[in-house]
């Protein structure tokens, strides 16, 4: 599976953005995704994750109330809209696969975007 992530800027506290994840390969639909994300010298953080229906999702409780993870197996997407952004969601975001099951262990997760830059100024 290869993942690539979008949607990623510069916007300012209290603004929205949705990042977007597209994934090749027919065996998209198979798996649960994560969003996680790093900031400047720190660990990669478990951020939202969706079930491969897309009927189950779970959230850092950081981002939960703000963050919404959603998936089109249509068009092989998950997306993560963000709203209420705040100076401390200021990370790179990527994408991950790698299991049918809801993980936020990032060791768990096999296949990777390259991230994308989320700048949120105050």
């Known amino acids: 599976v290869r993942l690539v992530e979008s949607g990623g800027g510069l916007v300012q506290a209290g603004g929205s953005l949705r990042l977007s994840c597209a994934a090749s390969?027919?065996?998209?639909?198979?798996?649960?995704m994560g969003w996680f994300r790093q900031a400047p010298g720190k660990e990669r953080e478990f951020v939202a994750a969706?079930?491969?229906?897309?009927?189950?999702?779970y959230y850092a409780d950081s981002v939960k109330g703000r963050f919404t993870i959603s998936r089109d197996n249509a068009k092989n997407t998950v997306y993560l809209q963000m709203n209420s952004l705040k100076p401390e969601d200021t990370a790179d975001y990527y994408c991950?696969?790698?299991?049918?099951?809801?993980?936020?262990?990032?060791?768990?997760?096999?296949?990777w975007g390259q991230g994308t830059q989320v700048t949120v100024s105050s």
């Open positions: 969706i079930s491969w229906s897309g009927g189950r999702t």
């Open positions: 991950a696969a790698g299991s049918p099951y809801i993980m936020t262990d990032r060791r768990l997760y096999d296949y």
């Open positions: 390969g027919r065996t998209f639909s198979r798996y649960a």
